[in-house]
């Protein structure tokens, strides 16, 4: 990387007509992809990208440019070009730099370095050949291997130096299955801030077999019943709800500009006082996990909502001085072509006491939802449209016929507040976030809980 460079010159060029601060983020990631649909390998790419992007934060305002050219010549005149664009303000510029050494260090057994592209291909067959040959209705089998490492060197005007290396992997299968006309999808993703030793966990054929499983569970299912009912999210189903219906509300950026139904609500009762909510970026092996965000604060975790009142929000360096705010760590960028902004990591609903096994049989009919989807959440209000990937009817306490084609309708305060049993329990899910057109790896988390009652769309 880049850290014997002159960085005091190149701060102080950035910052010579104003600005608060000057922050550099230099990365070097390489990446391999391989995905392989029915039974052929389409896709194997390997790549390198390696740049450099200066930041200038002026009052609430910033000037951003990123570069290939990692010269030191190059840097100071991409510093002096950004910093035409600086209007107001003076700024010290540290004369060195103090590293700082990261609260969490995760060990990779299983590096994807020390590992043959012929053996990692093999993976992906051996997931392949076990989707096919479980069932004679498998019509289609789609299976991808990603890795990415990314090394990062991250400086600023105030002295501040950091590195971090991040080793991503993902591997996901996707099954479709066809009777009678009728065609599903199953789906299921696995991965991490993780080496190969995930396969130690689970094998590539139980990913392929999972995504199986539901596919052909959802032929076999009935059509859903609308109306309003209770509902039980099963902890394995993920934290998408959490994700989406509140996370995004609580980032700072959004909650302080006016689109956040949490904005201006610190202190205040947000939810039943069996929920809280944290981020919490420290986790081992999570993939929204890191030692430093991309602004260089250290990884942290940070209590959201604590057993029902609003405690904090996620912040970066912009927000966390625009609202007076402590700084959560949660600067966060997809490559050093963006600038950061505030986002979350690995978000979840704390576990309660309740027996999940409880739960069910204390709810005499509604939903089960065992794995959800994809859906939309308008962050301004809260309302919410929910895919259910996986879902049953509870008839009499048990967790009865399998349904398909359900949605879940509600408002994400409204539904905080009504949850009456949270389960001792705990599922992760994996994603990518998307927002302000970039996307970065985040987990997402909950126990099992019960809505009393929730709008689901279905068949009525």
């Given at each position: 990387m880049v850290q014997s460079y002159d960085w005091p010159?190149?701060?102080?060029?950035?910052?010579?007509?104003?600005?608060?601060?000057?922050?550099?983020?230099?990365?070097?990631?390489?990446?391999l992809s391989l995905q392989m649909e029915d039974g052929r390998l389409e896709k194997s790419v390997a790549g390198r990208d390696a740049g450099l992007g200066l930041r200038i934060l002026f009052?609430?305002?910033?000037?951003?440019?990123?570069?290939?050219?990692?010269?030191?010549?190059?840097?100071l005149e991409l510093a002096g070009e950004l910093s035409r664009l600086v209007e107001g303000g003076r700024s010290e510029v540290s004369p060195g730099l103090d590293w700082a050494e990261p609260r969490e260090r995760f060990a990779i057994s299983r590096p994807v370095e020390g590992t043959e592209?012929?053996?990692?291909?093999?993976?992906?067959?051996?997931?392949?050949?076990?989707?096919?040959?479980?069932?004679?209705?498998?019509?289609?089998?789609?299976?991808?291997?990603?890795?990415?490492?990314?090394?990062?060197?991250?400086?600023?005007?105030?002295?501040?130096?950091?590195?971090?290396?991040r080793p991503y992997l993902v591997f996901m299968a996707q099954v479709v299955a066809a009777e009678d006309q009728v065609?599903?999808?199953?789906?299921?993703?696995?991965?991490?801030?993780?080496?190969?030793?995930?396969?130690?966990?689970?094998?590539?054929?139980?990913?392929?077999?999972?995504?199986?499983?539901?596919?052909?569970?959802?032929?076999?299912?009935?059509?859903a019943p609308g109306g309003r009912m209770p509902v039980v999210l099963a902890g394995r189903a993920g934290g998408t709800m959490i994700h989406e219906a509140v996370?995004?509300?609580?980032?700072?950026?959004?909650?302080?500009?006016?689109?956040?139904?949490?904005?201006?609500?610190?202190?205040?009762?947000?939810?039943s006082p069996l929920v809280t909510v944290l981020d919490d970026a420290t986790l081992l092996s999570r993939r929204g996990s890191y030692g430093f965000d991309d602004e260089g604060s250290p990884a942290q975790r940070t209590v959201l909502i604590d057993k029902g009142r609003?405690?904090?929000?996620?912040?970066?360096?912009l927000y966390a001085r625009k609202g007076g705010l402590p700084l959560s760590g949660n600067g966060r960028r997809e490559s050093y072509r963006h600038r950061p902004i505030t986002r979350m990591s690995n978000t979840l609903i704390a576990p309660?006491?309740?027996?999940?096994?409880?739960?069910?049989?204390?709810?005499?009919?509604?939903?089960?939802?065992?794995?959800?989807?994809?859906?939309?959440?308008?962050?301004?209000?809260?309302?919410?449209?929910?895919?259910?990937s996986e879902g049953y009817?509870?008839?009499?306490?048990?967790?009865?016929?399998?349904?398909?084609?359900?949605?879940?309708?509600?408002?994400?305060?409204?539904?905080?507040?009504?949850?009456?049993?949270?389960?001792?329990?705990?599922?992760?899910?994996?994603?990518?976030?998307?927002?302000?057109?970039?996307?970065?790896?985040?987990?997402?988390?909950?126990?099992?809980?019960?809505i009393p009652e929730l709008l689901v769309g279905g068949a009525v």
């Open positions: 010159a190149i701060f102080k060029r950035a910052l010579s007509r104003g600005g608060w601060l000057a922050e550099v983020f230099c990365e070097d990631s390489r990446t009052g609430e305002r910033t000037a951003y440019g990123y570069t290939n050219d990692l010269s030191q010549a190059n840097v592209l012929k053996a990692k291909a093999a993976l992906v067959e051996r997931a392949s050949q076990a989707a096919w040959a479980h069932d004679k209705r498998v019509r289609q089998v789609k299976i991808v291997y990603g890795e990415r490492s990314q090394e990062v060197f991250i400086a600023n005007s105030l002295g501040l130096a950091v590195q971090d290396r065609i599903q999808t199953g789906y299921h993703p696995v991965g991490g801030l993780v080496g190969l030793e995930i396969f130690d966990e689970q094998a590539p054929e139980e990913v392929a077999l999972e995504a199986a499983r539901q596919a052909l569970l959802m032929l076999e299912a009935r059509p996370g995004h509300g609580l980032e700072a950026d959004l909650a302080l500009e006016g689109l956040s139904v949490y904005g201006d609500k610190l202190g205040q009762e947000v939810a609003l405690s904090a929000y996620l912040t970066d360096r309660g006491q309740s027996d999940p096994e409880e739960i069910v049989r204390a709810t005499d009919k509604g939903l089960f939802v065992a794995k959800m989807g994809g859906g939309q959440v308008n962050t301004a209000n809260g309302d919410f449209v929910f895919e259910v009817l509870i008839d009499g306490g048990r967790v009865g016929q399998p349904v398909r084609g359900a949605t879940l309708v509600g408002n994400g305060p409204e539904v905080l507040r009504s949850i009456d049993l949270v389960g001792s329990d705990l599922g992760f899910g994996i994603g990518t976030c998307g927002k302000e057109g970039q996307g970065v790896p985040v987990a997402d988390a909950q126990p099992t809980l019960r």
